[in-house]
């Protein structure tokens, strides 16, 4: 198992400009979630979808947007860059052991790598 | 809703010496606490849970964290220091039904030869 991926690891943008961040499990978890760290700040949740087909806005969810494409995988696009969204990226995935995958507050999330985004 | 507050932002430790990071929560209701690390350039990862079982949790790497309800503290510790235990670690909580984290914002412990 790879666990969970992102791409790319590393982005540096102009302020304007869009790209999509992407993730992706082989674990079979429903929950997927996206968050940004910044310094001082610990990890704040941008999204997350619940299961395949639903998303939901998180704390910080301004600028962004999402999209589950299948079960795994979540992606996390920046339509229009702005330097307050230079940031490490995470994204995360739950383990859920029971018989039809409703998460519950004691599962674990799995991280990512992170994607370091700079934009000037 | 849940928070979770961390105390100190960097802590520094001889190698051999005791590890202690703090960690309180603020619920209104009985909360699901957790620790994880992040090594250099890499995500984060588990190193232990509360989930109201045993309030003294042990984890990952020889750390373990004490449940007190009376302090609402969940701090994290491990005996003897080693060098690869220098990390970030962040706390983070959450209550029943709810599977959205919140986290603290992170203790750099550093580890002095």
């Known amino acids: 198992n790879a666990g969970v991926t992102q791409t790319p690891k590393f982005q540096v943008l102009k302020t304007g400009q869009s790209m999509t961040l992407q993730c992706a499990q082989d674990m079979n978890h429903n929950s997927m979630y996206w968050y940004r760290q910044d310094p001082g700040m610990g990890l704040r949740l941008i999204y997350y979808?619940?299961?395949?087909?639903?998303?939901d806005k998180g704390e910080v969810p301004n600028g962004y947007n999402v999209s589950r494409l299948n079960k795994r995988e979540f992606s996390l696009r920046l339509e229009s860059a702005a330097p307050s969204q230079t940031s490490v990226y995470f994204c995360a995935s739950i383990e859920t052991r029971r018989r039809y995958q409703v998460p519950r507050a004691t599962d674990t999330q799995y991280f990512g790598p992170g994607t370091r985004l700079t934009v000037l | 809703a849940q928070s979770v507050t961390q105390l100190g932002s960097h802590v520094s430790v001889s190698e051999g010496a005791l590890v202690l990071l703090r960690c309180n929560y603020s619920s209104s209701v009985p909360p699901y606490l957790f620790w994880y690390v992040q090594y250099p350039n890499q995500g984060l990862q588990l190193l232990l849970k509360y989930t109201s079982a045993a309030t003294l949790v042990k984890g990952i790497n020889g750390f373990e964290a004490e449940f007190k309800k009376s302090e609402t503290s969940f701090h994290l510790t491990k005996p003897s220091a080693h060098m690869s235990d220098a990390a970030e670690y962040f706390c983070a909580g959450t209550n029943f039904g709810n599977e959205k984290l919140t986290f603290g914002t992170g203790t750099r412990l550093t580890i002095i030869p």
């Open positions: 979808s619940a299961s395949e087909g639903t998303t």
